[in-house]
């Protein structure tokens, strides 16, 4: 799902924050869910991933499939679209070892906020790192059973901007990330938002659902429609979801173990039944910021995580094949 961000200071324009779908559903986390145990790695590091239930799981994905369709620029849009290599990562401005949601299950707001970041380099020549933690102490009010660290959405993102009206600085006062050590069961921010200082802010005038389509179309248009987005300078927001845990323990491992140039396949859990167990299955959220299919038996998509750093990923980056079953599923979800 994506969000269209319209005059954000000095007339920004025409944001797009995208979503595609992969797996189970295109969707992060969501507001009422069961989180398990965030999982740890030797050295301390902790990933959450969130286990939503059955109803939010139906719900989310209606909402997916009823809302309107990204802009494709259709000048020399084409099937397949030239081989090729975008990456946006250079108009995001951040610390890699700092972007790290720590035991809080708030991917989606990383993912968002990175959408953001980008847009507002790309079309005000703006670089500035933007507040995780602003969107996270005013959320539903920074407390409760659905606060931020209990899981969210891109329309979270969208509709709390849409109440705020305005992105802040990382550097305005107390507006760094510091709740990195909450989690779901907390309830409670360690920032009250009043103490966040909102000046300077980039103003926000709508926001605006859309998707991208990958689904009941050829992989090579799917490709082609991403790819497309990437091309005009947005990044997307991408939700993916494992069946179980065993399928997370491989991601798991894949992102503890390997460097920034190996590309995780995906599509091997596709098809498992989705187990909701509350430490089963689950989601993440992460910002795509381009791609290469320069070779094709090596195309990938670039995805920036939230989990820090490892000695193999100094810049927190991870790759997914790009020529993955758009259409894949994992009964009883697609």
């Known amino acids: 799902m994506t969000k269209r961000i319209t005059n954000m200071k000095k007339g920004w324009l025409t944001v797009i924050l995208s979503l595609i779908l992969c797996l189970v559903l295109g969707f992060s986390i969501t507001g009422s869910l069961v989180t398990g145990d965030a999982w740890a790695d030797d050295g301390g590091r902790t990933y959450p991933v969130m286990h939503p239930d059955r109803e939010t799981l139906d719900k989310w994905i209606a909402a997916y499939n009823s809302a309107p369709l990204a802009h494709v620029e259709t000048e020399g849009f084409q099937v397949p679209l030239p081989r090729g290599s975008r990456n946006l990562l250079s108009h995001l401005k951040y610390t ?11 991917c989606w707001a990383w993912a968002g906020t990175g959408c953001l970041g980008i847009a507002l380099d790309v079309q005000e020549g703006i670089r500035d790192r933007l507040s995780v933690q602003y969107l996270n102490s005013n959320y539903n009010g920074g407390s409760g059973s659905d ?53 300077p802010n980039y103003p926000i005038s709508s926001i605006d659902d859309v998707t991208i389509q990958t689904h009941t179309v050829a992989p090579a248009t799917a490709i082609a429609n991403i790819k497309n987005v990437l091309n005009q300078g947005k990044a997307i927001w991408f939700g993916f979801f ?15 173990t390997r460097d920034e140039s190996v590309v995780y396949d995906i599509d091997k ?14 989601g993440h959220a992460v910002l795509c910021v381009g791609y290469n299919d320069d070779d094709p038996n090596n195309s990938y998509w670039i995805m920036l995580n939230s989990w820090g750093t490892t000695d193999g990923r100094p810049n927190g980056l991870f790759r997914i094949n790009m020529d993955m079953a758009y259409d894949g599923m994992n009964p009883p979800y697609y």
């Open 269 to 282: 859990f596709c098809g498992e039944p989705y187990n909701s167990d509350p430490n089963e299955g689950g």
């Open 242 to 256: 494992l069946p179980n845990s065993f399928a997370w323990s491989d991601f798991f491992d894949f992102w503890g």
């Open 147 to 199: 606060w931020a660290c209990c899981g969210g959405n891109l329309f979270g993102v969208a509709d709390f901007y849409t109440a705020t009206g305005m992105a802040i600085p990382w550097s305005n006062a107390n507006a760094s990330w510091q709740d990195g050590s909450r989690c779901c069961g907390d309830h409670l921010t360690s920032v009250p938002a009043i103490t966040i200082s909102t000046t």
């Open 96 to 106: 890699p070892v700092e972007r790290n949601q720590g035991d809080c299950g708030n």
